[in-house]
Structure formats: C-alpha cells, structure tokens
C-alpha cells in the first residue's frame, strides 16, 4: 500500500516536472518569435518625490503575446536568462530605453529612466562597447541613464564585474542596486561598489510600520545611504502610510509603486501634457 502511494507521487513530481519542461520549451520559441515579430513593449513605471511629481520612470519589457495575453516578466526573463535570449532582448530594451530619453521632452524636463540589465547580459564581452555605441547613436545624455543591476550580477566574477562599471561610469552612466537587502552580502562590501542609487527592496516596504522590525532596517539603511550621498527609491509603494513614513525619514526619497502609478506604456507617458504631472500616472 505504502509502496503503491509512494509510486504515485513519484508520478504526479514527474508529470509536474514535464509540464514545467513543456512550459519552458513553449515559452522559449515564444519568446524566439516574440523578439522576431515585435511582440516586446516598453512600460515604464513613474518614480515621484515627496511633491508627486514624477522624476524618473523604471523601463520594465512586457511580452504581449498574440493568444496568452500579456505575459509577466516574472515568468519569462529566467526563460530569456537560460536560454540566452536575455541578450537580445536586453539589447531591444537598451535600445528602446535610449530612444525614450532621447525624446525631447523627456530630455528637456532632466527626467532619468533606470533599466534593468540581468547577469548574462552584463558579462557579455562586449557589452561596455555595445552601450557606448547605442549612446553616441541615439545622443543621449548618458548620465540620466541608470543601469539597475542585482547583488547577484554582481558576485559573479567580481572583479570584472566592477571593472565594467567603473568603464560605465566613465561614460557618465548611473549604477542602481536593484532589491537591496535581499541579498547576503555585508553592507560593507555593497557599499564599495561605484553605486549612485539603492532601490529599497517591496519586502521591507510592504510591512512598514513605525513599529515594525522592518522599520529599524530601513532607518538604518536610509542612514547608511544619505552618509553615501546615494539616491533612495523605494520599491512596491501601495499605501500613503508607507509613503508618510519613507518621506518623514528621508524627504529626498523617491517612491515607486501603485499608490503613485502603475507600470505603463512608455509611448502613453509621452502622451501627456505634462510628463510630471498627475495625468502622466496610472492609478487604477
Ligand atoms: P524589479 O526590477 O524589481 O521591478 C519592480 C517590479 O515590481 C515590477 O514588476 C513592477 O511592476 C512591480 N511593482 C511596482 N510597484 C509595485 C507595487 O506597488 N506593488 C507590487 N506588488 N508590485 C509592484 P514586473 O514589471 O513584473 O517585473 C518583475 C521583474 O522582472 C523586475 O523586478 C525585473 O527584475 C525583471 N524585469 C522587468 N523588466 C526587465 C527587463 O527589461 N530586463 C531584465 N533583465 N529584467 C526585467
Ligand atoms: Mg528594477
Ligand atoms: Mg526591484
Ligand atoms: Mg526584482
């Protein structure tokens, strides 16, 4: 009996295991056709001052699929990661990311757009170079762009890793370190890195409270942050009494989230009468 039920999970994991392998292999030739077909879009998400006045936006790639619908990046950039068509991918939303902040509006009003670049994208050998063409290319102020890499990007070969930042750097580029204080890595050792920006990671965000053992963190790191000069935005903003909070901490924070705005086409933020203004947002 026992056997026989023994045998049956290993079953039910084995077809669980197929239907996961049938998942990535679908999701693989999807993204193949995606990049092929012009399936990407370009969203970007607003990031408000203590006014609620949008200074930046956050680039995030969505997969309209013909069928599935929208697909979430959650599912399909470690399927872009392994397989290694984060590449060109990456190389689209680059390329798009430059072309928003080469508009003229967004260049007149000094808005900054952040974009994220994963690990296999990084380490590509000629990934400094590719950058400084699409920048003298596209003409953009290479300073109002921010690369917003992963404490995990960055443990991978070390000391190349900083190399190609510092290359980046020299360029006028910005470093954003993406989820902070969900990895492992001493404070000390992040705060070596040639960083401008901490994003604040949605986890110490969602339950803050003045009381909380959230809160204490986050007061610390915001701490450690302003005696580096660095620029805060914190992730996953959904409710005003978290804004109150980071804002009475830290009045130079930037807030991300859908109390502010949701993610939106990048091409319907260009739409507005005013880019930092109420209409530019997406609440619902
Ligand atoms: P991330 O870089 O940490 O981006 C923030 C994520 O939080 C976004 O999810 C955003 O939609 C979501 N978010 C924003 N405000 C709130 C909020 O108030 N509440 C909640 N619950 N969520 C909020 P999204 O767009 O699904 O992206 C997920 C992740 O996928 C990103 O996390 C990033 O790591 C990755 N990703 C997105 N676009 C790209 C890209 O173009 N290239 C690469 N390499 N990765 C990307
Ligand atoms: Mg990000
Ligand atoms: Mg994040
Ligand atoms: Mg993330």
Redesign the pocket.
């Given at each position: 009996q026992a056997r026989h039920q023994g045998g049956g999970q290993v079953h039910a994991y084995s077809e669980a295991l197929a239907a996961t392998a049938q998942r990535r292999i679908e999701l693989e030739k999807g993204l193949h056709v995606a990049l092929q077909e012009g399936q990407l879009q370009l969203?970007v998400?607003p990031q408000v001052d203590m006014m609620g006045r949008v200074v930046s936006v956050?680039?995030?790639?969505r997969w309209q699929h013909p069928v599935n619908g929208m697909v979430?990046?959650?599912e399909f950039?470690p399927v872009a990661e392994d397989t290694g068509l984060?590449v060109p991918?990456?190389d689209w939303?680059l390329e798009q990311t430059c072309r928003l902040l080469s508009d003229p509006r967004v260049q007149q009003g000094g808005y900054r757009v952040s974009?994220?670049?994963?690990a296999v994208?990084f380490q590509q050998a000629g990934f400094v170079r590719k950058l400084q063409e699409l920048i003298q290319r596209t003409g953009v102020d290479a300073s109002r762009l921010t690369l917003?890499v992963t404490e995990s990007l960055l443990l991978q070969e070390v000391e190349q890793a900083i190399q190609k930042m510092v290359s980046l750097r020299a360029l006028g580029v910005h470093f954003a370190l993406?989820?902070f204080g969900t990895g492992y890595s001493s404070l000390a050792y992040l705060m070596r890195l040639p960083i401008q920006e901490i994003?604040l990671d949605?986890t110490f965000i969602h339950d803050l409270t003045p009381q909380s053992h959230g809160a204490v963190l986050v007061e610390a790191l915001l701490m450690v942050a302003k005696g580096r000069a660095l620029r805060v935005v914190a992730?996953?903003?959904?409710h005003k009494a978290q804004a109150q909070l980071l804002q009475a901490w830290e009045p130079g924070i930037l807030c991300?989230?859908?109390?502010f705005s949701r993610?939106l086409p990048a091409s319907e933020w260009l739409q507005a009468p005013d880019l930092s203004g109420p209409q530019a947002l997406r609440t619902w």
């Open positions: 969203f998400q956050e680039a995030l790639v979430d990046p959650a950039i984060v991918m990456g939303v974009v994220n670049v994963s994208q917003e993406d989820d994003k949605q992730e996953g903003v959904e991300q989230g859908y109390l993610p």
